[in-house]
């Protein structure tokens, strides 16, 4: 996909956005973890979790304490652009 992570973030299906957002609130997750918190299926969760790798905003660990699931974050990156679009729209609404 082409183009910033933010362009990248308004493209993606709501189901994504979801688990953006609860990756966003919650930190570190496991995909159970993103299951019940956003309370989507699995199935679902597994594609959002897919299209916000393919944008390169989700980074996934190993973890530990269970090897047979996977742990993941969002990258500093992603945290920084969100941040700022944030700010922008607070500063948009001032005026």
């Known amino acids: 996909m082409a183009g910033t992570d933010e362009e990248g973030l308004d ?6 956005k979801l688990v ?3 990756l966003e609130y919650n930190g570190s997750l ?3 973890g993103i ?3 956003s309370m989507l299926s699995a ?3 597994r594609y959002a979790l897919e299209r916000l790798e393919d ?3 989700v980074d996934e660990d190993v973890y ?3 090897a047979r699931q996977n742990l993941y974050q969002l990258n500093e ?3 920084a652009k969100d941040a700022d679009a944030d700010a922008e729209a607070a500063c948009v609404e001032c005026d």
């Open 11 to 16: 493209d993606l299906p709501p189901s994504a």
């Open 20 to 22: 953006f957002k609860v």
């Open 30 to 32: 496991t995909q159970k």
């Open 35 to 37: 299951v019940e918190e």
């Open 43 to 45: 199935r679902t969760v």
């Open 55 to 57: 944008i390169g905003v």
């Open 64 to 66: 530990f304490a269970d």
């Open 77 to 79: 990156t992603a945290l």
